[in-house]
């Protein structure tokens, strides 16, 4: 696919389920490095009623830590979650279930100490592909594909071949990635009543959304006062939207996509111009640098508090994390909504799409545990299982209305969901017993008090949506310098954004070139080379 032949996707992509369970976990296990010689469960048996066979092994699985539990709630390791897993796949398998967190903010250093000390978990994850790559490359992860094979197919049908086929690196199925139910990104949100206290109407281009923060500033609407930010939740991914209506796409090829980094590509210049006039005229977050990718509860605390006049989310966000609700709580009068005002010259609103893939889970070489650990995964893959792990208890958190789980509007479905992501790890997004895929939709959208704000979030997020490239070649220069390269991206991202408008230009293009010169070149070169490849 060319960039004259680019399509825009226009649609929501959805996992197909099997309507056909088949077998959970064998009552036994190893706990050694390769597969069991003995036959799995029979898909009739109940592994709950069959006897322990071996002493029981401790399963150790890596969770975030969000630092977002709700006053109230019980701990992220002591909760309807954990006690759900330890009872209805730890016991019957005879395996205790320990959860070691780690912060999210800091879990690739986090990670990469525990792998390098031996310590890891017997399940780990990330998003990070380079990290992946790395451990790889260094020896360091378990070939799961014959445990996949003997033990693992809930999990095959669930995820398909083409998430599946993310995780193979070298031939070698040494990750097992989660399957993105939704695709979008990202969605911008404003203040509707902040809008009809000023008199506009929704922006529906960038002109009119930067008059609109203009608006924002000078009349300071709602509770806001000399606090008011018109536009927050500013960083590299979240700002996307924003960098890719400057894109001059009949100038950018998928090589360029997958190859060059966004700093050179056409049009990104400009994009940080805008920003950077955006910053100086006080109509950003000001305290942007010093909390970006460190403190990600502070747009949400903002929102709440009635300072924030729009932001960009990760798509739905605000509603399954419970800020949408907490902004109604603050203030009666406060009506949230999603926008779609990034757009090219020619009209369109390009934005990311996530791959099919979410994050990738994998077992260190040092665990004796991964039959356990794909085991548990396939567990985790059956209706019975991860239905509960995302909506709770039918009649406490959720019911089921046309087939589709409905959470409750009530404390205990707050108390107990706000994370269910980290839980339900081979889904990112929720999912229904179907293969149709408006059916996964509804149940991304089943609380009726936002069912609107969620299905237009969903569809905003997806309108002319983009999927960057795709190489599973490792890139060994994209390994060397990918830590180096993230925190370059970070710094320019603030430098260019803060520079004075006299010195954009040179701050940019000083900063853009070191990036190169550090390792960017030699990443770009070696992608470059992968893609051309794989024609």
Same mark, same amino acid.
């Given at each position: ?8 996707? /226009? ?26 010689? =003995? ?6 048996? #109940? ?29 992220? +390791?002591?909760?309807? &979650? ?27 250093? *986090?990670?990469?100490?525990? &792998?390098?000390? #031996? ?48 995780? *193979? ?107 950077? =006039?955006?910053? #100086? ?61 990034? +757009? ?79 839980? /339900? ?9 179907? +293969? ?12 009726? #008090?936002? *069912? ?47 520079? =004075? ?32 490849? +794989?024609?």
């Amino acid at each position: 696919m060319n960039a004259k032949s680019k399509k825009w996707s /226009a649609g929501l992509m959805a996992v197909a389920v099997s309507t056909s369970i088949l077998a959970g976990c064998s009552g036994n296990d190893t706990g050694g490095n390769e597969p069991s010689s =003995k036959p799995t469960t029979n898909p009739t048996s #109940n592994p709950a009623t069959e006897a322990p066979k071996s002493d029981p092994i401790t399963l150790r699985i890596e969770l975030f830590d969000r630092n977002n539990t709700p006053a109230g709630a019980p701990p992220i +390791t002591d909760n309807f &979650m954990t006690n759900y897993i330890q009872e209805n796949f730890g016991d019957p398998n005879n395996i205790k279930v320990e959860f070691v967190t780690v912060p999210r903010t800091q879990e690739v250093e *986090k990670l990469n100490v525990l &792998m390098a000390a #031996n310590q890891a978990p017997d399940l780990v994850y990330t998003y990070d592909t380079p990290t992946v790559q790395k451990y790889v490359k260094d020896g360091g992860l378990t070939d799961l594909g014959p445990y996949l094979e003997q033990f693992g197919q809930n999990l095959k049908t669930v995820l398909g071949e083409t998430v599946l086929n993310y995780g *193979k690196f070298e031939g070698v199925q040494y990750a097992i990635p989660a399957r993105r139910v939704l695709l979008p990104e990202s969605t911008t949100i404003m203040r509707q009543d902040w809008l009809d206290e000023v008199g506009l109407p929704i922006p529906t281009t960038t002109d009119e959304f930067y008059n609109t923060l203009k608006a924002f500033k000078e009349k300071k609407p709602g509770k806001s006062g000399d606090k008011v930010i018109p536009y927050s939740n500013i960083d590299p991914f979240h700002s996307k939207p924003l960098q890719y209506s400057f894109w001059e796409w009949d100038k950018i090829s998928d090589a360029d996509l997958y190859a060059t980094p966004d700093w050179l590509l056409p049009g990104n210049k400009e994009a940080f111009r805008f920003m950077n =006039k955006l910053y #100086n005229e006080g109509l950003i977050d000001p305290d942007f640098p010093l909390t970006m990718n460190k403190d990600f509860q502070k747009f949400q605390k903002d929102l709440i508090n009635g300072v924030v006049g729009s932001g960009t989310a990760n798509t739905n966000e605000p509603v399954y994390q419970g800020y949408l609700a907490e902004v109604s709580k603050a203030d009666a009068n406060a009506k949230v909504v999603p926008i779609n005002p990034f +757009t090219t010259p020619d009209g369109k609103t390009p934005k990311a799409l996530y791959s099919p893939n979410g994050m990738y889970i994998f077992v260190p070489k040092t665990s004796k545990n991964a039959e356990a650990v794909v085991k548990y995964l396939d567990w985790m893959a059956m209706p019975e299982n991860f239905i509960p792990l995302q909506n709770g208890t039918e009649g406490k958190t959720y019911e089921m209305v046309d087939g589709v789980p409905q959470v409750l509007d009530n404390e205990e479905a707050k108390q107990t969901l706000y994370n269910y992501t980290d839980y /339900a790890i081979i889904l990112n997004g929720k999912l229904a017993s179907s +293969t149709d895929e408006k059916l996964n939709l509804a149940v991304n959208a089943s609380d009726p #008090n936002y *069912k609107d704000f969620t299905v237009a979030s969903f569809e905003m997020g997806t309108k002319d949506g983009v999927i960057k490239p795709s190489v599973t070649t490792p890139i060994q220069a994209e390994i060397k310098y990918a830590t180096t390269l993230k925190e370059k991206t970070d710094e320019i991202f603030v430098k260019v954004i803060t520079a =004075k408008p006299a010195d954009f230009d040179k701050v940019y293009d000083n900063e853009v070139n070191d990036y190169m010169k550090i390792g960017g070149q030699e990443v770009m070169d070696e992608k470059r080379q992968a893609f051309e490849a +794989t024609k």
